[in-house]
């Protein structure tokens, strides 16, 4: 560029201003567009947002990503919203990462609708932004999505909810209460409906039966995926529903510290413990579940799925195209997001030992 400048005497503005945005371009510098850069240092800044500490995977995802990038050579900046899990904590705190200048911003969302000015903000500045475990809806700025096949969670347990009554009672009809989770929570819908796809045609046949026929996601939310919230509505239905000798004979759950609250409400009542579902594998429900109470959980480790994300802010760091294995499947209203799903598995007594044999904290539980 300069040699061809020394040699030619005259040179029109329009000239000059078109060589200079070929430099810019060969500079990698697009003058004030934030695309995201191809690979980055090694030692960059990471963003990890995630919600309040409401359950044992959240806090050991949170550790895990504060091990798993620093051992990778990264800075990783992680933090949690507030206990009160209102959603401005986490806009502050990725706004915040977005001006320290983090290269990938992990976000596990609080409330997936209200994030996306943050995630524009985050594609502006030049940074790749990942939804974590919960998709972030309403915006086209969000690059990727790492999660267990939410979907599939949710056909699990609404199979393990009519195999465990089947064992207990093997000629129905069964009555079952219905119980999803926070509505601000994107997955809620997606386990939902996952379980609902396999309980659906047995409610049409009548061979399950709703008792309180609470059957609309909005009746049967848990806001802000909380137990005594769980266990109050339980205690409602319980009264309302199942009055003198009734009782329901299943329940679905949608994770495990909410199946401990309807179990809790159930026992409370003085009523036999119906097959009660869940998801997380939290310690004190692999207890009941060999005990013989909770009737299943959903492994979806956490150890997997971090690093699973810490491989895609590799591949990003490189230059290269993260891998991903599933792009039809996670419209969040504005695109399809690129995805990559891990296989979630359903664990009873029967095979937890199997389930947790290489896990160091659940599989002494299981012997």
């Known amino acids: 560029m300069r040699t061809f400048i020394t040699k030619t005497v005259v040179i029109s503005a329009a000239a000059l201003l078109a060589l200079t945005a070929c430099?810019?371009?060969?500079?990698?510098?697009?003058?004030?567009?934030?695309?995201?850069?191809?690979?980055?240092?090694?030692?960059?800044?990471?963003?990890?947002?995630?919600?309040?500490?409401?359950?044992?995977?959240?806090?050991?995802?949170?550790?895990?990503?504060e091990s798993g990038l620093k051992e990778a050579g990264f800075q990783g900046d992680v933090?949690?919203?507030?206990?009160?899990?209102?959603?401005?904590?986490?806009?502050?705190?990725?706004?915040?990462?977005?001006?320290?200048?983090?290269?990938v911003i992990v976000i596990g969302a609080t409330d997936a609708a209200q994030l996306s000015t943050q995630v524009t903000q985050?594609?502006?500045?030049?940074?790749?932004?990942?939804?974590y475990d919960r998709l972030i809806t309403n915006t086209p700025d969000l690059d990727y999505y790492v999660a267990f096949d939410n979907f599939k969670v949710g056909e699990l347990q609404g199979q393990a909810l009519l195999d465990g009554m089947k064992a207990k009672k093997p000629n129905g009809p069964y009555t079952v209460e219905l119980f999803s989770g926070s509505p601000d929570d994107n997955n809620s819908k997606v386990f939902f409906?996952?379980?609902?796809?396999?309980?659906?045609?047995?409610?049409?046949?009548g061979d399950v039966v709703v008792g309180s026929k609470q059957t609309d996601i909005k009746q049967t939310a848990t806001q802000g995926w909380k137990a005594e919230n769980a266990q109050s509505r339980m205690?409602?239905?319980?009264?309302?529903?199942?009055?003198?000798?009734?009782?329901?004979?299943?329940v679905l759950s949608p994770n495990d510290s909410l199946a401990r609250a309807?179990?809790?409400?159930?026992?409370?009542?003085?009523?036999?413990?119906?097959?009660?579902?869940?998801?997380?594998?939290?310690?004190?429900?692999?207890?009941?579940?060999m005990n013989g109470e909770q009737y299943s959980t959903i492994n979806?480790?956490?150890?997997?799925l971090v690093a699973q994300t810490i491989t895609m802010v590799k591949s990003l760091q490189?230059?290269?195209?993260?891998?991903?294995?599933?792009?039809?499947?996670?419209?969040?209203?504005?695109?399809v997001v690129p995805a990559y799903l891990l296989p979630p598995v359903i664990v009873t007594k029967e095979n937890a030992v199997e389930a947790y044999a290489d896990d160091p904290k659940l599989g002494p539980l299981t012997k």
Do not use: C, H
């Not at 933090?79 to 977005?98: C, F, K």
């Not at 205690?235 to 299943?250: F, I, M, Q, R």
């Not at 979806?300 to 997997?304: A, E, S, W």
């Open 23 to 65: 430099g810019s371009e060969r500079d990698g510098d697009t003058g004030d567009s934030a695309a995201p850069e191809k690979g980055f240092a090694k030692d960059a800044l990471i963003g990890v947002a995630l919600p309040a500490k409401t359950s044992e995977n959240w806090v050991l995802a949170g550790g895990l990503f």
């Open 79 to 103: 933090q949690y919203a507030g206990a009160s899990t209102t959603v401005a904590d986490q806009q502050s705190q990725i706004a915040a990462m977005v001006t320290k200048g983090a290269k």
């Open 122 to 131: 985050a594609k502006q500045s030049g940074a790749t932004v990942i939804a």
């Open 193 to 205: 409906d996952g379980a609902m796809s396999v309980l659906q045609p047995a409610i049409d046949s």
């Open 235 to 250: 205690d409602s239905l319980l009264t309302s529903a199942y009055s003198g000798d009734k009782a329901p004979d299943g």
């Open 262 to 289: 309807i179990i809790t409400s159930v026992k409370g009542a003085g009523k036999p413990v119906p097959v009660v579902t869940g998801q997380d594998s939290e310690v004190e429900s692999v207890k009941s579940i």
């Open 300 to 304: 979806k480790d956490t150890r997997k």
């Open 318 to 335: 490189a230059g290269d195209t993260p891998e991903i294995n599933d792009d039809k499947s996670y419209d969040n209203g504005e695109k």
